[in-house]
């Protein structure tokens, strides 16, 4: 059973920071692209960024390049996502995913989710 359990989010003052992880089990992490999507209350659910199965490539939203670090440890079976410099336009709940396949910035691609983890930023 393939399990994504995402942890790290709560609460932020804005310039702050907070670092999420999501632990996998149930599958060969080695073998899939991992990316964060976010969803806002009544916005679809965007992707964030991405990581390459070596964690050598990774690909960012243009909202967060330069603020957002995302990074994997594949002994550990666990990709994180270091969120610095937080605005008031980044609260949502955040949700680690696998993929399988190339693409990664599209959500219909990937295969697992987890259940997300609420950030929350006050001004």
């Known amino acids: 059973q393939v399990q994504l359990v995402e942890s790290g989010g709560g609460l932020v003052q804005a310039g702050g920071s907070l670092r999420l992880s999501c632990a996998t089990s149930?599958?060969?992490?080695?073998?899939?692209?991992m990316g964060w999507f976010r969803q806002a209350p009544g916005k679809e659910r965007d992707f964030v960024a991405a990581i390459s199965r070596g964690g050598t490539g990774t690909y960012y939203a243009d909202s967060v390049k330069d603020r957002f670090t995302i990074s994997r440890d594949n002994a550990r079976n666990t990709v994180y996502l270091q969120m610095n410099t937080l605005k008031p336009e980044d609260p949502a709940v955040y949700y680690c995913a696998a993929n399988r396949g190339n693409n990664y910035n599209k959500k219909a691609v990937y295969d697992y989710w987890g259940q997300g983890t609420r950030v929350t930023v006050s001004s």
């Open positions: 149930g599958l060969t992490f080695g073998a899939y692209i």
